[in-house]
């Protein structure tokens, strides 16, 4: 019998383990939290200078009243959202769709854990892990490689070197 490489075992492991904590949670609470993420900074990011204007306008220096706000915006945005979440999820699970949730929760967790492998190997790519005997008796690590070829553009500041070359 062949030894899986330590790779493969990590690989599948961090798959796995996002598979299982996304059947926990549920799609919706899956699906909700990158949501929320990502609509908290962009609230954030938005209202911090004006509602500091109002809320922190005696704080100097004024930056240090524009951070307090993205902060208290943030954190109360996350709130709201986990509060909807709450509510969403119970709803689903009233309704009977609990398994369905579920279900779907370990579909977005394999995704999940599928991009958090992806991006491991995007960063390993630039240590001496390559070079090692796991790394390269891998059975897995070349999709992974492969699938980061496929994400590289799409990151930011790639753009700009692929018009750079383009100039050339």
């Known amino acids: 019998m ?7 075992i990590l690989a599948f492991s961090v798959i796995a383990a996002c598979i299982m904590m996304s059947m926990i ?4 609470a899956e699906a909700g939290s990158l949501f929320a993420w990502v609509i908290s900074f962009l609230l954030a990011k938005t209202f911090a200078v004006p509602f500091s204007e109002v809320a922190f306008k005696s704080i100097q220096p004024h930056a240090l009243g524009v ?7 943030f954190f109360l945005a996350r709130f709201l959202q986990q509060f909807l979440r709450t509510i969403l999820t119970n709803a689903a699970s009233s309704m009977g769709l609990g398994s369905v949730n579920r279900v779907l929760g370990g579909v977005f967790g394999a ?13 390993c790519a630039h240590t001496d892990l390559p070079e090692t005997e796991d790394w390269q008796s891998s059975y897995s690590i ?4 492969s699938l980061s070829e496929v994400i590289m553009p799409y990151l930011p500041g ?3 070197k692929t018009e750079d070359k383009a100039e050339l």
């Open 158 to 160: 790639q753009k700009d």
């Open 111 to 123: 995704a999940k854990g599928v991009l958090l492998v992806t991006l491991a190997v995007m960063v």
């Open 25 to 28: 949670r549920g799609v919706i």
């Open 142 to 145: 070349p999709y992974f490689q």
């Open 2 to 8: 062949n030894d899986i490489p330590l790779a493969d």
């Open 67 to 73: 951070a307090i706000s993205f902060v208290v915006i």
